[in-house]
């Protein structure tokens, strides 16, 4: 059975590409078959794997206004065992457009209830930072929510708006979703980042990944090499902390199924060993107040 994952955050900047291009390249290392889908107008999911945007003919919009499968629309990256959904521009008509559709919140369900399990074990999907139809039919598809956020105030207060949203679409649409928050572009020199992570690990203490994603420059770098970070720097800690996030994913997914041959593009990779979350140094007392504060504000 495939998963269904979206990847969100109302917030911008917070890392929901970089972790949907990085987990989904984690993922294919390890045997997966995986499945991107570019949700966001910005196209930055399709660019980060080398694709010019607007020289598409086909994309995700053509498979929500019921104009091609999703499969049709899809490539094949430089990546094994890594398929893209790409997208461009003319996502950003679709709000009106999709919004005056009966159902419309289930078009991308719909797409992907086409999409045989002999395909892919794994599709991620790369939200825009908005609260529109885009995000709201990902969330209405998905499995699971993966919420990247830093470790700061505006993140915090972003994050009590989402998880509003995921309490209206268990109500409405889609009483499965489940969700869970990762850290992300974390600094393990400031103070606010370790104060704020453990109230955020206080708050939800069975809903956070264990695996920490900190600031790494080489993250930054490699969208502009058409490459997750597994592949354009994998001994860097980026990569290896995006491999123990889909380890830690992995534990939590039903097995792969068995893909004949025909799918299957390269020999299957050996799964890597556990590699740990960076531990995090006491923090100090001097803001404590301050920031527990803000969380149960906004948490």
């Given amino acids: 059975m495939t998963t269904v994952i979206a990847v969100a955050n109302n ?46 003919r086909r994309t995700v919009a053509d498979a929500l206004l019921g104009q091609s499968s999703l499969v049709a629309i899809s490539r094949e990256t430089a990546v094994e065992r890594l398929d893209l959904a790409p997208a461009n521009r003319e996502l950003a008509i679709l709000d009106k457009v999709l919004y005056k559709r009966p159902r419309y919140e ?17 599709i991620l999907m790369d939200c825009p930072p908005a609260f529109g139809t885009l995000t709201l039919n990902a969330l209405t598809a998905a499995d699971l929510l993966i919420i990247p956020f830093q470790c700061e105030y505006y993140a915090v207060r972003s ?49 956070m990944f264990q695996t920490i994603i900190q600031v790494d420059t080489r993250l930054r770098e490699s969208p502009a090499f058409g490459l997750p970070i597994t592949r354009y720097a994998p001994r860097t800690r980026a990569a290896r902390q995006y491999r123990a996030l889909a380890q830690e994913l992995i534990a939590r997914l039903p097995p792969a199924a068995k893909h004949t041959p025909s799918l299957i593009r390269g ?23 301050s920031i527990e504060m803000g969380v149960r504000r906004y948490a």
């Fill in 11 to 56: 917030k911008g900047g917070v890392a929901k590409t970089t972790t949907c291009l990085s987990l989904g390249g984690s993922l294919a290392e390890q045997g997966r078959l995986v499945l991107l889908v570019d949700l966001d107008p910005q196209a930055h999911l399709t660019a980060s794997l080398d694709v010019e945007p607007e020289t598409l």
């Fill in 267 to 289: 020999e299957s990779l050996p799964a890597k060993e556990p590699v740990a979350s960076p531990s995090i140094p006491e923090k100090p007392h001097l803001g404590r107040e």
């Fill in 106 to 122: 289930y078009r991308l369900k719909q797409n992907l209830d086409g999409v045989s399990p002999q395909l892919y074990d794994v």
């Fill in 159 to 207: 994050l009590h708006q989402l998880l509003g949203l995921v309490r209206l679409v268990r109500r409405k649409t889609n009483p499965r979703l489940s969700y869970r928050l990762l850290v992300s572009m974390f600094d393990m020199r400031n103070k606010v980042h370790r104060l704020t992570l453990e109230q955020i690990r206080a708050r939800f203490p069975n809903a």
